[in-house]
């Protein structure tokens, strides 16, 4: 198994740009996370869906940031338009849907605004 | 590639000795705790988990300690090698309706020398 696969590893945009990040998860894992890492805030959950449904996205730090699920195998994290403060190091994570069971996160996509 | 940086607390350790990383939690219905290691550049990685009916619970050269009471929790590390130089979350694990996600502490960095 190839792990939790984020892409891209590393983005440079421009502010005011849109900005996606994508994730494809481990093949029969229900649950995705997306966490966001900064060196002030350390890792934050910003939204996760089971079975491709949002959860949570109490986390989403405001509607510049929208996430979508359109099916088990991939999912997408959009900023539109991007500012500098969303730097930060973005991860994603999936979980099988039982109880205890650990998350598996991917390498992260760096991104840096400018 | 760092993960997080300046803020982090950081525990120096010889190599050889023992490790202890401490984690306050924060939510009295977390029922699974969670001990994750990130290494530069990489995404965080399970170490070992504990059910909140736990007191104890060892892995290969790890013990996880939790103590309801004070709502603590402490990842020890026995012979710390230089492989285990890391940064070091515990994350704690609401579980209702099926649904799960992990909430991460502040992070401990972890630094051997020889």
């Known amino acids: 198994d190839a792990g939790v696969i984020q892409s891209p590893r590393h983005e440079v945009t421009e502010m005011g740009q849109e900005v996606t990040l994508r994730c494809k998860p481990i093949?029969?894992?229900?649950?995705l996370f997306w966490y966001r890492q900064t060196m002030m805030r350390g890792l934050e959950l910003l939204i996760y869906?089971?079975?491709?449904?949002?959860?949570?996205d109490s986390g989403m730090p405001e509607d510049r940031f929208s996430a979508k699920m359109p099916n088990a195998s991939f999912s997408t994290l959009k900023i539109q338009p991007s500012e500098p403060r969303d730097s930060a190091v973005y991860f994603c994570?999936?979980?099988?849907?039982?109880?205890?069971?650990?998350?598996?996160f991917g390498q992260g996509t760096r991104l840096t605004v400018v | 590639g760092e993960s997080v940086g300046l803020h982090l607390p950081t525990l120096s350790v010889q190599e050889g000795d023992n490790s202890i990383i401490n984690c306050a939690y924060s939510?009295?219905?977390?029922?699974?705790f969670i001990w994750y290691k990130q290494e530069s550049g990489k995404g965080p990685q399970f170490i070992i988990d504990?059910?909140?009916?736990?007191d104890k619970r060892q892995g290969q050269r790890v013990t996880v300690l939790l103590n309801k009471t004070v709502k603590h929790l402490s990842l020890q590390i026995a012979a710390t090698q230089p492989g285990d130089s890391a940064v070091y979350f515990c994350?704690?694990?609401?579980?209702?309706?099926?649904?799960?996600?992990?909430?991460f502490g502040a992070g401990t960095r972890l630094a051997v020398h020889p």
């Open positions: 994350a704690e694990k609401e579980a209702g309706g099926g649904y799960n996600k992990l909430i």
């Open positions: 939510n009295s219905a977390s029922d699974y």
């Open positions: 504990i059910r909140s009916n736990m």
């Open positions: 994570a999936s979980a099988p849907e039982a109880a205890g069971a650990e998350a598996f």
């Open positions: 869906f089971n079975n491709n449904v949002p959860i949570d």
């Open positions: 093949s029969g894992h229900n649950s």
